[in-house]
């Protein structure tokens, strides 16, 4: 009967722990929600983003179009100088969405220089193709620009590089850019001036001088004589005056 009633009474304090265990765990899972509320859901896109392919040489054999090739030409100058050559700036760039093909080596994109307005009927004077057979194919991506200078040297030429000896004369000059192999492909057209050449100042005259130490000479001559010419007469009359005297 002892023994029955130290058995309840050592089970009694367990109990009690157990319980209050599990009031502490159920009060706080009820209570933590609301002092640390749950993590927003991540921001989920249906968009995906893709970079531009790159150009891929093997993939495209097309030539660019007209309509799709942007042909550009600037000068540092516009006054054409001897002995100052002028520099221009030859710019392809692909308008288009895809991948093309272009020639730019000069032989194909060459900067020719025309006497007054380019045409059928104006005088041909130089050409940056004229001294150039290789050939520089390019493959150019959407947005992709080929930069090149080319230089005038206040020349003429002529087809297979043959040189001309005829001087540039003063007046007006333009200057475009065309693509052989895309018909209709050409840049805007750069006008250049040669002026006339300076003239020569007047060289200095010496009859100037010369006419005036003449006179000079002439007038100090004159003055060195008149003593003299004086003397004489002073000295006739000192022997009339001697003779008198007598």
Known sequence: MQAAE???????PVVVVVLLV??????????APAVWPEAPPPIVSDAKVHPPAPADPGGSTRTCD????????AADRTTVTAGEPVVFTVSLENAGATPCLVDGADAN?????????????AERVWSSGD????ERMLLLGPGSVDTQEVRWSDVRSAPG?????????????????????????????V??????PP????????????????SGSEKSGSTSASPSASATPTDESNGDAGGADE
């Open 191 to 196: 006008q250049l001036t040669r002026p006339e």
């Open 66 to 73: 007209a309509d799709e090739l942007d042909v550009r030409l």
């Open 109 to 121: 994109r060459p900067v020719t220089v025309w006497a007054g307005e380019p045409g059928r009927d």
């Open 131 to 134: 001294c150039d057979e290789a």
């Open 199 to 214: 003239e020569p100042s007047p060289s200095p005259s010496r009859s100037g001088k010369s006419g005036s130490g003449k």
């Open 6 to 12: 130290r058995g309840a009474a050592g089970r009694g």
């Open 161 to 189: 590089c043959e040189r001309v000896e005829k001087p540039i004369e003063p007046g007006i000059y333009s200057a475009q850019v065309t693509v052989a192999d895309v018909d209709g492909a050409a840049s805007q057209v």
């Open 22 to 31: 599990a009031v502490l765990v159920l009060v706080g899972v009820l209570v």
